[in-house]
């Protein structure tokens, strides 16, 4: 047999029982290797379940800062007998399987083309713990104190993180050492050591942050200037509000000790958006977060912002859909849902996040945006990104830039300007709006979801309606110009093919890019960080024969709205599709393109390739 | 739809408030709801109330659902914003301008259809949230847009105009209000405008939810014998349990009043509000006392009216989630924005 032999280039899985304490022991590893300098990208596989189901942990380490999910599992640390076969099995032949060994396993339930761990963690922490948790807490430790030893991860930066873990809490910080080192004894003692995978101090993270999409988000509401968010828990949107809620605790509360926020858990999505469009129509910055399912009960209100002109915030977690679908799997499932959410003709503004630090800032940016549009805005960020920690580039904020509260007319305006609320007066298809109570007599309207003219007043004639429909799309074509551009990556050397992406598939995308130029196939690529689509994604498309379009739901949602809004030539636009609720893969990307680039080239009537 | 523009002329002798307006300054658009609606009544009401209490029009801001009562904020208050919202969900559309400008007077205005079937649940929820407004239900018991169909106020047995009787029983909002923890509840009758009008100020100066039913005859699709919300129905059976004598902070008390039949109300704006009471043995001020005199009462057929239940000071949203005093809308970059350097401390902890 032959091991699998990688020095900071391989997977870990960690198969554990949910609420069984495992999670932070799991992160406790991943950080230690990114202390070394090498970079991770940690996945939580998770149930929809408190206690009791099982639960996963899957750690890549790549020196080379691939962050996206890689496929294959080179080493498992099996820890749920529940789900050992299937666990077994994922093993990449000549991989390692490390497990509980307290009751050993017959050698039919193993495989011979694996190299097999086993270390009696129950058996060492009864006969060391008393107390039942305790047993179950410090087998999670007393495991990353065995892998330490056994892929040759520094014990003392084990230790730092341990000592910040517990600041202030001496007695855990001593317990979780003595664990620790239970752990590497044993491995010391009985483990061939190191492995044939094992990690090595490099220099490959530098100044990059480790943070989870939802805490950014949340945080970029802060800075954005999100006076007022409503919410209802839905996974995996909940913690955006609690980041949100935790940062306003520190830095928004004034020196009488009041809040410069407003926080509801609303009873629902409903009146969640319900809440943000209130407050947003009064001009307080709103938002509210929720994934699939809220967009769906949200969209009677979405619809009357986008009609009333009101600007509005909405961060999608996005899940596998559709219905309650797999609430803690991840997708791309709701972009039409969002784009074009309502009755009626409507079309919304889409942010694509590729990393927290893009929740971060694409969060901020849509507050600025729906104020300047007066319109609903949309987050779109997805569970990969949402819940889990990423490697990515620090946050970064200019104290010089100050909101952009768009067009509001003051008390002093309205003594000599004309005020038509929904008139186009400067041929961006954008209004002036007032604020309730600027002005005592003048400035005052009806809001309503109801038609109306330019002067807000109730109309059903056709060319009122038109007048208003019209500046709406003209209104849109102006959003194209003011949201995230695109990012071009061009191949080394000049291609027919390209590729089309956006959000959280950017870490494989990239990684499959380098994998394909290796081979020698170039494809240009775009990632969309916004719709409405700028004139340069048309100009990239047309610039191609073929042009990938690659994305994670069934029906190819993001190719949709490419030709519907572009009226591209569907034929043209190659769908790459990755839904089965795993994170994209450069692997599954590689091989697709791989695949038709060779299809293409044995064609009779087509080798250009 | 309106096609008769209201004239701007004001008669000269018309009285100016303490602020400064006429009664005319408090109308809006002229009504497009059929002649004789119970709706109609209530908007003058509110304008009168309005300018008794000297209140800026621009300072108001009324929001509403969907249905005849929600379009009602267009005749009256022109000078205000108005907000016509979807299909019951004022409440929580209220209760996000409410917590943007904490500074304005929120009027809420919705009906039957859109409380008590579609909005339910948001009419619950602004209730136990507290939010203070103003919030009026114009209750006919029956869907008038939409020509006729019974709303879920209707009582019980009673029959709509085309003879149908209804089987299902009626949602008592004032019931539901005094049981979520609504701070100011009442009912009145579109027909009593000397009823309204000083329980619609007395909820204007109250600083918390402040409900009122207010049964409004549809002229057209629920006025018939049969019905239990026609104009002859509620008169014979409107049963007032208290009067709002007066409201006040500055003058002085004159009325003689016999020990044990008023109660004096501390008012969150700092005025009092004295209650007559008209039934010997009601409490408005204890809500379990007032909550079982109210069934007890509708058991009998009663269908009673005036301020049911009031609590003096009992806070609102705000003092609960103890936002700055400050509107939030009026907060910028230097408020809200931490900075650079709280990010690089951030982005620290995060390595």
Redesign the interface.
Known sequence: MTQITATNDFVIKFANVNGSGSASANELFAKAILRMGVPVSPRNIFPSNIQGLPTWYEVRVSEKGYLGRRGGIDMMVAMNPQTWAADVEEIEPGGYLFYDSTRPRAASELRDDITVIGMPLTEICNAVYSDPRQRQLFKNIMYVGALSVLLDVDQPVIEALLGEQYKGKEKLIASNVQALNLGRDFATEHLKHPLSIKVEQAHRVG?????DGNTAAG?GA??G?A??C?WYPITPSTSVAEAFMK?CAK??V?A?????????Q???E???????????????R?FTATSGPGISLMT??IG?AYFAEIPITLVNVQRGGPSTGMPTRTQQADVLACAYASHGDTKHVLLFPEDPKECFEHTATALDLADRLQTPVFVMTDLDIGMNQRLCE??????A???DRGKVMTAEDLEHKDFGRYKDVDGDGIPWR????????RG???????TRDAYAR?S?RGPDYIYNVQRLLAKFATAAALVPQPVPRPAAKRTRLGVIFYGSTSPAMHEALDVLSGHGIHVDALRLCAFPFPDSVKEFIDAHETVFVVEQNRDAQLRSLLVNELEINPAKLCKVLHYDGTPITARFITQFITDHVHEAVVAPVDSKF | ??YIAKPRLHHPSLGKNKVGYTRRDYEGKVSTLCAGCGHDSISAAIIQACWEMDI????V?K?SGIGCSSKT??YFL?????????HG?M???????????R??LYLGVSGDGDSASIGL??F??AMR?NVNMVYIVENNGVYGLTKGQFSATADKGSQSKKGVVNADSPVDLVGLAMQLGASFVARSFSGDKAQMVPLIKAAMGHGGAAFIDIISPCVTFNNHAGSTRSYDWVREHNEAVSRIDFITGREEITATIQPGEVVDVEQHDGTTLRLRKLHTDYDPTDRVVAMSYMHARAAEGELLTGLLYVEGEAGD??TA?????RP??S???A??????G??DK??AS??
Do not use: K
Not at chain 1, 207 to 211: K, P, T, W, Y
Not at chain 1, 256 to 264: C, K, W
Not at chain 1, 434 to 441: F, I
Not at chain 2, 335 to 340: E, H, M, Q, V, W
């Open positions: 100044q990059r942050i480790f943070v945080l802060v800075y200037g006076t007022v409503a940062y830095f928004r004034d009488d000790g009041r809040h410069d926020y407003a926080i509801v609303a009873e629902d409903l009146a969640s958006i319900g809440v943000v469009v209130g407050a947003g129509w009064n001009g307080a709103a009677e209100f009357l620090p946050f970064t904020w200019d104290d830039r100050d909101y007032t604020l309730p109570g600027t002005h005592p007599t005052s309207y009806f809001t309503r979801g109801t109730y059903e | 739809m309106t800026e029009p621009h300072r801001a929001l904020p267009d022109g000078a205000s914003h108005g907000f016509n919202t979807v969900r409440p929580s559309v209220l209760t996000g301008a409410n917590l943007a400008n500074d304005l649940g948001q619950a929820h949230r949203l705000h989630l103890n936002t700055s005093a939030l809308n907060l910028g970059a408020d809200l924005c931490p900075g650079t709280a990010l951030i982005n995060l390595r």
